[in-house]
């Protein structure tokens, strides 16, 4: 990465700078390649954030289907952890996840799971497991919500035999043919997944993260206290493709021990440690044995660090020194927190991340996890909250005694409870992901790069005013 006609004198973050365009002879978006080469198995340079308003293993398992990896948190129990390894582990690569609900249950309840949109839908299981039948979700908009699903069961919905099926493209074109939107995929009359047409075409263009096995590809965190080296081995046991080590000051001697504990017990298994913002702090992970960084303090939607406590760094020129001291020692990063739009996910890789790491704008997707709400206005919501917050401490250390529990939360920080709106237009995590990759894939072009590496060496970055920055935005109303 170069600067253009410009030498920084003072650290940058995303909205201070911009792409320039340069020379390029690459004719197509599709062209390119977003291969982060972390050693992680992802084909997409996006992971989402360790939050327990993000990543649970729904999310975790829609975003390797589509080349990403999600980083459950540390906060689950460890059995809990486990499970949902195992749970991701099962999944369909070639199909979506169903959401499956018990024919009893509600309409309303099935609206706190899945939105009155196109393109998804629920399967109907009787007690024994047998499927009984599929409702597409959009039914549920005229339905009561009252009605319980078994009652909205008149007639079939046109399914697809897998047998039958030979490629995402030709499952686009069989429910193109039949004039559906989305349909459940049997084989031997057993639901082993759901298809729309949107993801029939988005497997065409996608290729999942998976691991040796052909399952798709997990992370997990662990936090630094406590038995490390057993909770590490514990979820390696349990199938994990990639551990990260997570704590807010990342640069401290408990860190240091706990990824050499971790590096020492040969797994095989990429490891990441974090999070910090200098280059000493990334020498000190990597000659422990890391493998990846997690960079970014402060910058997060949730965090209240820097108004808190003055730490922190912004979060471009902390990405842009920690990756070169990271590449020369044979390591990566992984650009944690300040994504608002596509354009500073491009800027994050410019700088030299290999992955970025998404928080709070996943957190509003269907896929995250927690409830689906409405609003006074009938917008649909979700909860999120800051892991340093009180809400995510009770979570963290429920198991204390009343004392113990209230001296930890009373210096908790950082936001306890945020309604984080689901797009209209974009309400699935692989939408954002449309929009994110579909962004990235044209700053590419734009720099004459065919890969992230190239990506890295090629960008040209500006810098600009704030006034700079509010022009490049669209205008939120018409001429």
């Known amino acids: 990465m170069r600067f253009y006609e410009t030498t920084p004198t003072h650290d940058l973050t995303y909205s201070d700078v911009f792409l320039v365009p340069s020379r390029s002879s690459v004719a197509s978006r599709l062209d390119v390649s977003l291969v982060p080469g972390d050693g992680t198995g992802a084909t997409i340079p996006i992971v989402s954030a360790n939050m327990n308003s993000v990543t649970g293993p729904r999310l975790a398992a829609t975003l390797a289907r589509r080349g990403g990896l999600g980083v459950l948190p540390q906060d689950m129990p460890l059995q809990q952890l486990d499970a949902a390894i195992r749970w991701v582990k099962a999944q369909p690569v070639d199909y979506d996840t169903p959401y499956a609900l018990d024919p009893g249950e509600t309409v309303a309840a099935a609206l706190t799971r899945v939105p009155a949109v196109e393109g998804h839908g629920i399967v109907l299981h009787d007690a024994d497991g047998g499927y009984l039948g599929c409702i597409a979700a959009s039914r549920l908009a005229t339905a009561p919500r009252d009605a319980v699903l078994g009652d909205l069961l008149h007639g079939a919905l046109t399914s697809l035999d897998a047998d039958d099926v030979e490629s995402p493209r030709a499952a686009f074109d069989r429910m193109v043919a039949a004039e559906i939107d989305f349909a459940p995929v049997l084989r031997h009359g057993r639901v082993i997944g759901t298809v729309s047409r949107k993801s029939a075409l988005?497997?065409?263009?996608?290729?999942?993260?998976?691991?040796?096995?052909?399952?798709?590809?997990?992370?997990?965190?662990?936090?630094?206290?406590?038995?490390?080296?057993?909770?590490?081995?514990?979820?390696?046991?349990?199938?994990?493709?990639?551990?990260?080590?997570?704590?807010?000051?990342g640069d401290q001697d408990a860190m240091v021990r706990a990824v050499r504990t971790v590096s020492g017990l040969g797994l095989g298994l990429p490891l990441v440690a974090g999070n910090v913002?200098?280059?000493?702090?990334?020498?000190?992970?990597?000659?422990?044995?890391?493998?990846?960084?997690?960079?970014?303090?402060?910058?997060?939607?949730?965090?209240?660090?820097?108004?808190?406590?003055?730490?922190?760094?912004?979060?471009?020129?902390?990405?842009?020194?920690?990756?070169?001291?990271?590449?020369?020692?044979?390591?990566?990063v992984w650009a944690d927190g300040g994504v608002r739009y596509p354009r500073d996910v491009a800027l994050a890789l410019a700088a030299g991340a290999s992955s970025v790491m998404i928080g709070s704008w996943f957190a509003g997707t269907i896929e995250a996890p927690g409830e689906l709400a409405t609003d006074e206005a009938g917008a649909l919501y979700k909860e999120s909250w800051g892991m340093a917050s009180t809400k995510a401490v009770e979570g963290r250390f429920g198991r204390l005694d009343p004392y113990e529990l209230a001296r930890k939360t009373l210096f908790a920080e950082g936001i306890s409870s945020s309604r984080i709106y689901l797009d209209p237009l974009r309400p699935s995590v692989e939408d954002l992901l449309d929009m994110i990759t579909s962004g990235v894939r044209s700053s590419f072009t734009y720099a004459g790069a065919r890969s992230l590496p190239e990506f890295a060496e090629r960008a040209l970055v500006g810098v600009q005013s704030a006034a700079g920055y509010e022009e490049g935005k669209a205008l939120p109303v018409s001429w």
């Open 202 to 249: 988005r497997s065409t263009l996608y290729q999942p993260a998976v691991d040796g096995d052909g399952r798709l590809r997990v992370a997990a965190a662990v936090g630094i206290n406590g038995d490390v080296a057993e909770k590490a081995s514990a979820l390696a046991a349990a199938g994990v493709d990639v551990l990260v080590l997570d704590t807010a000051h």
């Open 277 to 332: 913002v200098t280059e000493d702090a990334v020498h000190h992970l990597v000659g422990a044995g890391a493998t990846i960084v997690k960079v970014g303090v402060g910058p997060g939607a949730m965090c209240t660090t820097r108004m808190m406590t003055a730490v922190g760094r912004p979060q471009f020129s902390a990405v842009l020194e920690t990756a070169a001291t990271a590449r020369a020692l044979g390591a990566h």
